[in-house]
């Protein structure tokens, strides 16, 4: 079975210091991995993946994001945090299981940046 | 392009009664999904859809059924609505490869009392 894990509910940082948003998985596999933010009273939205290459992905919005395959982990960065990117963000995972790519998401974290 | 569209944004049921959340996609995608999320819990799969007249479950499909006649629609039906169907759902798509991203409506609020 493969799982995500977002161990932080919450995440506080100061305008213009840097973030980082953590996520663990656990596959069988060579997994595909996204990061999605959410802002209130609106859809997820897409910010980066990892599919194969270079282990550290560039996404949108500044945000980048570091595969580690001997952690398990994919955590999300930013060098300098703004205001306007206090959101739910959420890790995901994809494999294929059977015919069907089973994505399997992650709790969510909250990023609060303080001004 | 308008992208994944849900209606509508926000609804209250009485317990017993029946609706439809409706969810259009003009990307010619042939993968949807049936999202819903509780606080805390993330992302809970309803029932996804592989293509026009191909649907399965997902995680939590008890007291859902969906159709798919057209590859753009993919309607999520409650029959007997009930206080643990309060939720926020969320309509995705996909073109159908796996490293492929999800596109998200902006969700329906569901409230029943």
């Known amino acids: 079975a493969q799982s995500v894990a977002q161990p932080e509910d919450q995440v506080n940082v100061a305008e213009g210091n840097p973030l980082t948003v953590k996520c663990t998985y656990s596959?069988?596999?060579?997994?595909?991995l996204f990061w999605y933010v959410q802002y209130p009273n609106r859809g997820l939205q897409f910010l980066l993946k990892?599919?194969?290459?270079?282990?550290l992905v560039k996404g949108s919005y500044g945000f980048e994001a570091e595969f580690n395959k001997s952690q398990t982990s994919f955590h999300l960065k930013k060098p300098s945090a703004l205001v306007s990117d206090s959101a739910l963000y959420f890790c995901?995972?994809?494999?294929?299981?059977?015919?069907?790519?089973?994505?399997?998401f992650g709790t969510g974290t909250k990023l609060q940046v303080i001004p | 392009n308008a992208g994944v569209t849900q209606t509508p944004k926000f609804r209250i049921l009485k317990i017993g009664q029946s609706m439809t959340l409706q969810c259009t996609q003009d990307?010619?995608?042939?993968?949807m999904y049936w999202y819903r999320q509780d606080p805390g819990m993330g992302l809970k799969l309803i029932y996804y859809?592989?293509?026009?007249?191909?649907?399965d479950k997902g995680e939590v499909p008890n007291g859902y059924n969906v159709s798919r006649s057209t590859t753009e629609d993919f309607p999520l039906r409650l029959e007997l609505a009930a206080p643990s169907q309060t939720s926020v759902y969320f309509c995705?798509?996909?073109?159908?490869?796996?490293?492929?991203?999800?596109?998200f409506g902006p969700g329906t609020r569901l409230l029943v009392l």
């Open positions: 859809s592989v293509g026009a007249g191909i649907t």
């Open positions: 990892y599919i194969t290459g270079d282990n």
């Open positions: 995901a995972v994809r494999i294929r299981s059977g015919g069907y790519q089973k994505v399997t």
């Open positions: 995705a798509s996909t073109p159908g490869q796996a490293q492929e991203t999800q596109y």
């Open positions: 990307m010619n995608h042939n993968y």
């Open positions: 596959v069988s596999g060579n997994p595909y």
